[in-house]
T-cell receptor, first 116, second 116 residues
Framework: AQTVTQSQPEMSVQEAETVTLSCTYDTSESNYYLFWYKQPPSRQMILVIRQEAYKQQNATENRFSVNFQKAAKSFSLKISDSQLGDTAMYFCAFPSAPEYGNKLVFGAGTILRVKS | NAGVTQTPKFQVLKTGQSMTLQCAQDMNHEYMSWYRQDPGMGLRLIHYSVGAGITDQGEVPNGYNVSRSTTEDFPLRLLSAAPSQTSVYFC???????????????FGAGSRLTVL
């Protein structure tokens, strides 16, 4: 099966604090990419960060970083120094194996609210 | 550089009506796709295309038709709208197929469709 599970439907964090969003996935592929997308109230889907599975070093993009645990099939997103503009729905996703179609498999999403 | 352009942004239909969601990209991308977003379900692939004249079904294709006569355009047709098709629709494109994960999807701004 090709599935993505985001177990936190909603989370909130105070401005300037750190928050971690969880994601687990299931794939039989040995090499693959993992993605986090952000969807603010504008509805636009924005790529936040990407991780290639064979790279042991966790990806980082400014205040966003991941904790990638390949054996556990876990791919969490850490947001440091949270800002009001980080308020959004966050989706974890990965490309399906070719036999499952040429698509991204998305989790159900986590709504993050940053409070002032 | 407009990226991926979707029209209309909002539409209300009555059950049984037909309509077409337009999608155009100006990046010469080979791969184009349509997803629908429903609460608690993330994004699910409806149809995709790997080049002009080539289309294939995703995981939720029933009730939708697509065609790809040019590289730039990938319209999504609802032949007889049903309330179950009330959703937010996203068009997305990539330079090539996304199974490897090396290519990143660029999303349009989304179209909210309500079927009464």
């Amino acid at each position: 099966a090709q599935t993505v599970t985001q177990s936190q439907p909603e989370m909130s964090v105070q401005e300037a604090e750190t928050v971690t969003l969880s994601c687990t996935y299931d794939t039989s592929e040995s090499n693959y990419y993992l993605f986090w997308y952000k969807q603010p109230p504008s509805r636009q889907m924005i790529l936040v960060i990407r991780q290639e599975a064979y790279k042991q070093q966790n990806a980082t993009e400014n205040r966003f970083s991941v904790n990638f645990q390949k054996a556990a099939k876990s791919f969490s997103l850490k947001i440091s120094d949270s800002q009001l503009g980080d308020t959004a729905m966050y989706f974890c996703a990965f490309p399906s194996a070719p036999e499952y179609g040429n698509k991204l498999v998305f989790g159900a999403g986590t709504i993050l609210r940053v409070k002032s | 550089n407009a990226g991926v352009t979707q029209t209309p942004k909002f539409q209300v239909l009555k059950t049984g009506q037909s309509m077409t969601l337009q999608c155009a990209q100006d990046m010469n991308h080979e791969y184009m796709s349509w997803y629908r977003q429903d609460p608690g379900m993330g994004l699910r692939l409806i149809h995709y295309s790997v080049g002009a004249g080539i289309t294939d079904q995703g995981e939720v294709p029933n009730g939708y038709n697509v065609s790809r006569s040019t590289t730039e355009d990938f319209p999504l047709r609802l032949l007889s709208a049903a309330p179950s098709q009330t959703s937010v629709y996203f068009c997305a494109s990539s330079p090539r197929g996304i199974s490897s994960g090396a290519n990143v999807l660029t999303f349009g701004a989304g179209s909210r469709l309500t079927v009464l």
